[in-house]
């Protein structure tokens, strides 16, 4: 069974740079692409991009010059980084498995993230 | 792009049917048969309840179904229960340069 954790910090300072990484447990991110969504407190989810193992990305176009994912598939890991936050960036971020791009299958169980100074 | 519209609550009785419908655009539900449609439970991840409008994962219960016509995906619980009340989102894929897009969510109440 995938089990896909997301970690890093809980609090990040407004114009800094969010960092988050989502280990994959049970199965191996090589043949598949992942992806990072985000839900803010009491709002719906919000895809920010995805990145199929061989290191090619795609990005939601309003956020693509803030956000860089990459892999590391030696150590199965998927890593978030969202530059430049403002408060508007305080949500929960999840990481999640993309089945050849048709659906999200395996999702983590989320991190909460708030901006503030 | 903006989120596929969803109504802001649907509530039925135990044993009910509910539809929630999903309305997009010609540029997404209209265009590709790549609607998903997710379970949330307060304060957990999302689930995934349906893919490509209408197959079930394995798992899922066969109370859920989906569709589509035109630009509005829609979901059907049958045999509603209390645990199927929850957040439910849909979501589609919108081509080459926006790629998924979600719906604004819809809340669940059982009766």
Request: proline share 4%; hydrophobic share 30%.
């Amino acid at each position: 069974q995938v089990q896909l954790q997301e970690s890093g910090p809980g609090l990040v300072k407004p114009s800094e740079t969010l960092s988050l990484t989502c280990t994959v447990s049970g199965g191996s991110s090589s043949s598949y692409y992942w992806s990072w969504i985000r839900q803010p407190p009491g709002k719906g989810l919000e895809w920010i991009g995805y990145i199929y193992y061989s290191g090619s990305t795609n990005y939601k176009p309003s956020l693509k010059s803030r956000v860089t994912i990459s892999v590391d598939t030696s150590k199965n890991q998927i890593s978030l980084k969202l530059s430049s936050v403002t408060a508007a960036d305080t949500a929960v971020y999840y990481c999640a498995r993309v089945d050849d791009y048709r659906f999200f299958d395996y999702w983590g169980q989320g991190t909460l993230v708030t901006v503030s100074s | 792009q903006s989120a596929l519209t969803q109504p802001a609550s649907v509530s039925g009785s135990p044993g009910q049917s509910i539809t929630i419908s999903c309305t997009g655009t010609s540029s997404d539900v209209g265009s590709y048969n790549l609607v998903s449609w997710y379970q949330q439970h307060p304060g957990k991840a999302p689930k995934l309840m349906i893919y490509e409008v209408s197959k079930r994962p394995s798992g899922v219960s066969n109370r859920f179904s989906g569709s589509k016509s035109g630009n509005t995906a829609s979901l059907t619980i049958s045999g509603l229960q209390a645990e199927d009340e929850a957040d439910y989102y849909c979501c589609s894929y919108a081509g080459s340069n926006t790629f998924y897009v979600f719906g604004t969510g819809t809340k669940v109440t059982v009766l």
